[in-house]
């Protein structure tokens, strides 16, 4: 799991990735400033997923090739 400020993710992923723990079992917390909590805003939107509806919690696998959230 990993939670913290986003500029700190690729740094710890790419450890967490040399160790050979699977993209699959890393679990990266995506918190954004939620407004409506219920996906209409757009405000926590990261690509195809909204933070209050789809997270925030993501399994890396499912995010990684997403540019805006890491």
Not at 19 to 30: D, G, M, N, T, Y
Not at 42 to 60: A, K, L, M, N, T
Request: with cysteine; hydrophobic share 35%.
């Amino acid at each position: 799991m990993v939670v913290g400020p986003p500029i700190m993710y690729k740094f710890v992923i790419k450890e967490l990735l040399k160790k050979e723990i699977p993209a699959r079992q890393i679990l990266v917390s995506l918190e954004r400033h939620m407004k409506c909590g219920v996906g209409r805003c757009g405000h926590c939107q990261i690509g195809e997923y909204y933070c209050c509806q789809d997270g925030p919690v993501f399994f890396y696998d499912k995010i990684k090739d997403n540019i805006e959230a890491l």
